[in-house]
């Protein structure tokens, strides 16, 4: 009789531990969001371009494509500050734009196609003799994700990348349908997955011994 009530009693705390487990792999599914993609599309300084001849346009025209693959959580994004540098190595600056802030809804793809002045002397400079240039853009900016009806803290996103273009001063036409995403060095942070393999693989185990 004492045993079929200790049996009873691990049973039933084993089952609480199971349904415990899920409830919390179902929430961690259903509040984790991913940051957007951010992807440099369009990039063209006419300074650059051998066809114009136009050594005085200090114009460099870029498109900024944000894609938010959530389905279900909304972003709201702070100003989104890019800096443009004359190579790789950040040595020298070309110029800065801010994009003003705004909510990005769910799944939803967004494009802001803006112009800026940049130091001209140093972009001729990068220009190799096939005419071809690398130029580095970063991108800072903060997130709030909105699920549901409440909206999370707001978190830091830093990306960067490296952009080529031709002797026409834009993007070559092998890269112009990806574009160049715009990427973080920091790793990714794989902690809450690993946590809820290690959980997922446990429960598993509990099953099989009380079938």
């Not at 051998?50 to 972003?75: A, H, P, R, V, W």
């Not at 709030?144 to 490296?162: A, E, G, V």
């Amino acid at each position: 009789m004492a045993d079929r009530e200790s049996g009873g009693c691990c049973r039933c705390c084993f089952s609480f531990i199971i349904t415990l487990g899920l409830t919390s792999l179902f929430m961690w599914l259903s509040l984790r969001a991913d940051n957007p993609k951010c992807t440099i599309k369009h990039f063209y300084l006419p300074v650059l371009d051998k066809t114009l001849n136009d050594s005085k346009n200090s114009s460099l025209i870029f498109e900024l494509k944000l894609d938010n693959g959530n389905k279900d959580k909304g972003i709201y994004y702070d100003p989104i500050n890019l800096t443009f540098y004359d190579n790789p190595n950040r040595s020298r600056l070309l110029g800065n734009f801010t994009i003003p802030g705004f909510r990005q809804g769910q799944n939803k793809k967004a494009k802001r196609i803006e112009t800026l002045q940049v130091n001209t002397s140093l972009a001729t400079a990068r220009v190799s003799p096939n005419g071809s240039a690398v130029f580095r853009v970063d991108m800072a900016t903060k997130l709030r994700f909105r699920i549901m009806f409440w909206k999370t803290k707001r978190h830091n996103l830093i990306l960067s990348t490296s952009v080529e273009v031709d002797e026409h001063g834009a993007i070559p036409q092998r890269y112009q349908k990806k574009g160049f995403r715009l990427k973080s060095a920091a790793p990714e942070h794989g902690g809450g997955c690993a946590l809820m393999g290690l959980l997922v693989g446990f429960m598993v185990l509990v099953l099989l011994n009380f079938r």
